[in-house]
T-cell receptor, first 110, second 114 residues
Framework: QQPVQSPQAVILREGEDAVINCSSS?????VHWYRQKHGEAPVFLMILLKGGEQKGHDKISASFNEKKQQSSLYLTASQLSYSGTYFCGTEETSGSRLTFGEGTQLTVNP | DSGVTQTPKHLITATGQRVTLRCSPRSGDLSVYWYQQSLDQGLQFLIQYYNGEERAKGNILERFSAQQFPDLHSELNLSSLELGDSALYFC?????????????FGDGTRLSIL
């Protein structure tokens, strides 16, 4: 079942914050986050496995709620380099294939 | 550079033709995944191989087939091509297939059907 990402698109000014959500109607085993710049390959950001987990690096972090049905990606003090399309990929059972959301297009302007 | 190599980068062909896309995974990775991405769309999972064996199948058409060879490189064969097959085809690899395995994507092959 494909996860639902929101918003579909967001435009920020440099230094502003953004939150991207990824939701499922079922409990998930894991959530993977990727960023894809236009015409390039998706790049892995992070994986969340446990309910209540939070992780991050630099100013990009993510959380996985206790029910394991929603994950949020947090981008703080955004930089121009954060522009791109962010995809969540969800796994329903251990070792099953990833199903990706439709993506959230993030544009950071100077 | 993800370490995943895909060739060719671009392919232009006509309807009804057959093409082969090639993928070399990162050194040490045993799993290979194929995805299709149509214009401004998400990533549609096609198929996964692990150490030479098919492990999972997604929305792969019967006209498409894939295999993973003993040296772990993989090929995706697309036949009787239709206009709607025009897309970016990505290969990704991971060490294994567990839930804590990030997938590393190649730069993709852009297929254009005329």
């Amino acid at each position: 079942q494909q996860p639902v990402q929101s918003p579909q698109a967001v435009i920020l000014r440099e230094g502003e914050d953004a939150v991207i959500n990824c939701s499922s109607s079922k409990a998930l085993y894991s959530v993977h986050w990727y960023r894809q710049k236009h015409g390039e390959a998706p790049v892995f950001l992070m994986i969340l496995l446990k309910g209540g987990e939070q992780k991050g690096h630099d100013k990009i972090s993510a959380s996985f709620n206790e029910k394991k049905q929603q994950s949020s990606l947090y981008l703080t003090a955004s930089q121009l380099s954060y522009s791109g399309t962010y995809f969540c990929g969800t796994e329903e059972t251990s070792g099953s294939r990833l199903t990706f959301g439709e993506g959230t297009q993030l544009t950071v302007n100077p | 550079d993800s370490g995943v190599t895909q060739t060719p980068k671009h392919l232009i062909t006509a309807t009804g033709q057959r093409v082969t896309l090639r993928c070399s995974p990162r050194s040490g990775d045993l799993s290979v995944y194929w995805y299709q991405q149509s214009l401004d769309q998400g990533l549609q999972f096609l198929i996964q191989y692990y150490n030479g064996e098919e492990r999972a199948k997604g929305n792969i058409l019967e006209r498409f087939s894939a295999q993973q060879f003993p040296d772990l490189h993989s090929e995706l064969n697309l036949s009787s091509l239709e206009l709607g097959d025009s897309a970016l085809y990505f290969c990704a690899s991971s060490v294994s297939w567990g839930s804590n395995q990030p997938q590393h994507f190649g730069d993709g092959t852009r297929l254009s059907i005329l």
